[in-house]
């Protein structure tokens, strides 16, 4: 297996753009979760789904951000309107259903994000 | 709620120096405990793990006990290299959650 997809592997726009990071995690798995990881904040769970639904976004830092995922093999994560201060690495993350100490939590390597 | 405290880095060591991460929790019940590695440029990776108290989990060299009476769950290494460059994040698992918290990641720098 490939592992987590993610796409772009960096992301360089304008602050007032809309963004969209893409994922695709390991067939088979059930949870995926989406991440940011700053220098100030460290490494923040935003939003995770089970079997493609959303379950806890409370994590997500405003409206501004929005994650989906239409199937079992793919998920976004969009910003819009990006601001600099969302310049950080987004992580997207799965794991085989239920995540507990047996089922390891696989991650991507990340999206590196700029905003200008 | 839960939570993992790290101490801060970086750390700098020597080839071959002793390695030693502190990390202490705050959990519910009977948490399981986990250390992921970040190596520059990639994505978290599981280093080792442990389900219960007085359990040592161990991989790569590395090595952590569970220690209930202190929460707590400490990395070490009794030579480093070069290579072990990385950030080291301690993590948890309730048995409520299916949710880690990690902690803010200990970033590890070993000269030759």
């Known amino acids: 297996d490939a592992g987590v997809i993610q796409s772009p592997r960096h992301e360089v726009t304008e602050m007032g753009q809309e963004v969209t990071l893409r994922c695709k995690p390991i067939s088979g798995h059930d949870y995926l979760f989406w991440y940011r990881q700053t220098m100030m904040r460290g490494l923040e769970l935003l939003i995770y789904?089970?079997?493609?639904?959303?379950?806890?976004d409370s994590g997500m830092p405003e409206d501004r951000f929005s994650a989906k995922m239409p199937n079992a093999s793919f998920s976004t994560l969009k910003i819009q309107p990006s601001e600099p201060r969302d310049s950080a690495v987004y992580f997207c993350?799965?794991?085989?259903?239920?995540?507990?100490?047996?089922?390891?939590?696989?991650f991507g390597p990340g999206t590196r994000l700029t905003v200008l | 709620g839960n939570s993992v405290t790290q101490m801060e880095g970086p750390v700098t060591l020597s080839e071959e120096a002793f390695l030693t991460i502190n990390c202490t929790y705050t959990?519910?019940?009977?948490?399981?405990l986990f250390w992921y590695v970040q190596y520059p440029g990639e994505g978290l990776q599981l280093l080792l793990k442990?389900?219960?108290?007085?359990d040592k989990g161990s991989n790569k060299g590395f090595e952590a006990t569970y220690r209930k009476e202190t929460t707590s769950f400490h990395l070490e290494k009794g030579s480093v290299q070069v290579s072990d460059s990385a950030v080291y994040f301690c993590?948890?698992?309730?048995?409520?959650?299916?949710?880690?918290?990690f902690g803010g990641g200990t970033r590890l720098m070993v000269k030759p």
């Open positions: 993590a948890l698992i309730d048995n409520a959650g299916n949710m880690l918290t």
């Open positions: 959990a519910t019940g009977y948490p399981s």
């Open positions: 993350a799965s794991s085989l259903q239920p995540l507990s100490s047996y089922n390891e939590q696989f």
């Open positions: 789904f089970n079997n493609n639904v959303p379950i806890d």
């Open positions: 442990a389900t219960k108290a007085d």
